[in-house]
């Protein structure tokens, strides 16, 4: 589905009767972090702090990234993770992880951190009542890079992830590596085959010369349970200081025992296993799977940005001949589902959005990238990442918020990690302006200046002519 090259950006639609106010942290590739109020202006630019993501802790404090390793020999390799005043000054550092020497490159200690993190005191990053991260003292989890070589898995060089218990002096007290729990995930014997002989192989893909590795899981969220009502209730794989993950690469949505390692909750690699798995559906190439903190609406539920677009490993099928990347879709949806039935509670899709599925599904989708926070008024703040769009949506899927991100990076794209909405208080330095609505315009009669208004010069009638039915026939099929 093609896009328009004009439109417009920066905040396109607000009813702050309906939206939960407040500010917004969005990463800019180009600029660095951004801080947003609900009418898009820019209130603080932390410049060059890279996004991994960015998120606000009380107090105005920012964590994000001195930057990027030189991808010629990295795969999203941060040099560190670092927090940092409203004045850009840092107060906490992560980089002792591994000391890398890259050819040509200064010798240094980096973190290879990747798509998350999570400080003491919230078990998410995101805001929830009587949940705020802490900000001088406590422990960090952060999700890293670990280079490996693993047999059992594949004969080629692997990018595992790796999680790091980090000290409040950047010492690392607990890690956990996912290669090591391979024989945990469920895969068949077909997925196996698959991921011998291509592990998400990125040698050369990206950059040239880049190294050749194995992304195989490739993780990209990483959070505390925290609180919740299903260990309240005695099911211990929900204890608050386990972890709960998602590997974008083999459909897979896991929770780890914090003291054991051990998998002691999972859905994927396969939706098909069950009837609540197929009611579910195939959750493919997701993002950001976490629980929904205690005291929002919706706790203890499982919430997630269910891509689509391509990723798995089982049988080879005409668009994967190797067996790779063997499911597909083009379009998203958000899904809140209960962890124990698996019982859908809560979805955004393209139908939900008022689109025509299959046929117009792709108008929500973002293939790569991407999430999904509940705010405290039971609304979505959802992140379409890869055309850089952000809306908030209520439970009966209005939008009463939208922003498109009008900073490109070198390769004209706007894309947008992950952005998180945090209340006024936990930035006290800043004054948010008025709150001023803004209305949906008129589509039809929308115009840039020189443009024809809608309306023909002339209308004439054909005799025997039926009009346009209701419903018509499409080429394409309606989804089961």
């Keep these: 589905m093609g896009h328009p090259t004009v439109y417009p950006t920066g905040v396109t639609l607000y009813n702050p009767e309906k939206a939960w106010s407040g500010y917004t942290i969005v990463p800019t590739k180009g600029q660095g972090a951004t801080l947003i109020d609900m009418n898009g202006q820019e209130v603080h630019v ?6 991994f993501p960015n998120k606000i802790f009380p107090g105005g404090m920012l964590m994000g990234s001195r930057g990027l390793r030189n991808p010629k020999y990295g795969l ?29 490159e200064k010798p240094q200690w980096m973190a290879r951190q990747h798509h998350d993190y999570q400080r003491d005191g919230n078990p998410v990053g995101y805001y929830a009542p009587g949940m705020e991260p802490k900000t001088d003292s406590g422990n960090t989890l952060v999700l890293c890079h670990r280079e490996v070589k693993c047999p059992y898995i594949s004969d080629k060089p692997l990018l595992d992830d790796v999680v790091y218990e980090v000290d409040w002096e950047g010492e690392i007290v607990w890690e956990w590596l996912c290669s090591d729990h391979v024989e945990e995930f469920g895969f068949s014997e077909e997925a196996r085959n698959a991921m011998s002989r291509c592990p998400n192989y990125r040698g050369g893909t990206l950059i040239e010369n880049a190294p050749a590795l194995g992304d195989w899981m490739h993780i990209n969220s990483m959070s505390r349970l925290g609180p919740n009502r299903w ?20 459909n897979i949505i896991f929770i780890i ?8 909750w999972k859905v994927g690699p396969y939706y098909d296993e069950s009837p609540e798995l197929k009611k579910l559906g195939w959750i493919i190439g997701q993002h950001h799977a ?10 203890g539920n499982i919430l997630v940005y269910d891509n689509g677009g391509w990723a798995g490993y089982g049988a080879p099928n005409p668009a994967a001949p190797m067996g790779v990347k063997n499911a597909t879709r083009d379009w998203s949806r958000i899904l809140e589902f209960d962890p124990t ?41 959802i992140t379409e990442g890869s055309d850089g769009r952000l809306l908030e949506v209520t439970p009966e899927h209005e939008i009463v918020w939208e922003f498109i991100n009008p900073h ?73």
């Design 231 to 250: 260990y309240d209730a005695g099911d211990e794989r929900f204890h608050p200081d386990n972890i709960i993950m998602d590997g974008r690469e083999t």
């Design 341 to 381: 039935t698996l019982k859908l509670v809560w979805s955004y899709t393209p139908h939900d959005a008022g689109f025509v599925e299959p046929l117009d599904a792709n108008r929500f989708y973002s293939p790569f990238i991407s999430s999904a926070q509940r705010l405290p008024n039971g609304n979505t703040l």
């Design 257 to 264: 025992d914090k003291k054991s390692g051990k998998v002691v």
């Design 46 to 51: 932390w410049k060059d702090v890279h996004g």
């Design 408 to 480: 490109m990076d070198n390769r004209n794209m706007n894309m947008v990690y992950r952005a998180y909405r945090v209340p006024y208080e936990w930035v006290p330095q800043a004054e948010h302006g008025p709150e001023v609505a803004i209305a949906r315009p008129d589509m039809k009669n929308f115009r840039m200046p020189g443009a024809a208004p809608l309306g023909a010069k002339k209308t004439v009638s054909v005799q025997g002519t039926t009009g346009y039915p209701a419903a018509a026939g499409d080429c394409v099929g309606a989804t089961n």
């Design 76 to 104: 999203q390799d941060q040099l560190d993770l670092i927090q940092v005043d409203w004045d850009g000054n840092v107060v906490w550092e992560f980089n002792k992880a591994e000391f890398i020497e890259d050819p040509g």
């Design 290 to 299: 976490h629980m929904i903190p205690r005291g929002l609406p919706g706790e």
